[in-house]
């Protein structure tokens, strides 16, 4: 399994941007997929996550302004970020909880797998 982000780049303070990550395998289901970041030095920290059932749950920093997303038949997460700061400047990882995959006859549990990290860098 594995989970590969992107949607990244340099964009203005204000504006918007868009991250996507999809994830691969024979995958059955996956229990919660969610964005991190973390800057340079710092420990990395929750922005979104949902659930295979629709609950969302947002950072303080990104409530208002960030929405998370999922299509379940893609197997991917998208997070819209919107009203953008320069303190949101970092890169973004993308994690999933509690994933299902089948092959053949056998069933695999894969507890976390997180993707590569994607950059955002917002200008002043």
């Known amino acids: 399994v594995q989970l590969q982000a992107s949607g990244g780049g340099l964009v203005q303070a204000g504006g918007s941007l868009t991250l996507s990550c999809a994830a691969s395998?024979?995958?059955?289901?996956?229990?919660?997929m969610a964005w991190y970041r973390q800057a340079p030095g710092k420990e990395r920290g929750l922005v979104a996550r949902i659930t295979n059932d629709g609950r969302i749950d947002y950072s303080y920093s990104a409530r208002g302004r960030f929405t998370i997303s999922r299509d379940n038949a893609k197997n991917t997460v998208y997070l819209q970020m919107s009203s953008l700061k320069p303190e949101d400047t970092t890169f973004y990882y993308c994690?999933?909880?509690?994933?299902?995959?089948?092959?053949?006859?056998?069933?695999?549990?894969?507890?976390?797998?997180w993707g590569q990290g994607t950059l955002v860098t917002v200008s002043s």
């Open positions: 994690n999933a909880l509690g994933i299902t995959v089948y092959s053949g006859n056998l069933r695999y549990e894969y507890p976390e797998v």
């Open positions: 395998g024979n995958i059955f289901s996956i229990n919660v």
